[in-house]
């Protein structure tokens, strides 16, 4: 019994860091589109839009 247990801990474990590696090869990919789009353009940020002011500003590294 405590075999089944362990390998369930070790399969859930295992599914839980494959999931966060792909979320965060996600992001870190989508960035880098970004970053190549800002490049091809010239641009020197991009802006995105405050919804509760309504004021756009550049945005940071971790949005």
Known sequence: MAQILFLAVLVGG????????????QKLAQRRRAEARERETGAVGTLIKDEKTGEYRVRRNEE
């Open 14 to 25: 295992g599914w839980y860091l494959y999931r966060k590696f792909v979320a965060d090869a």
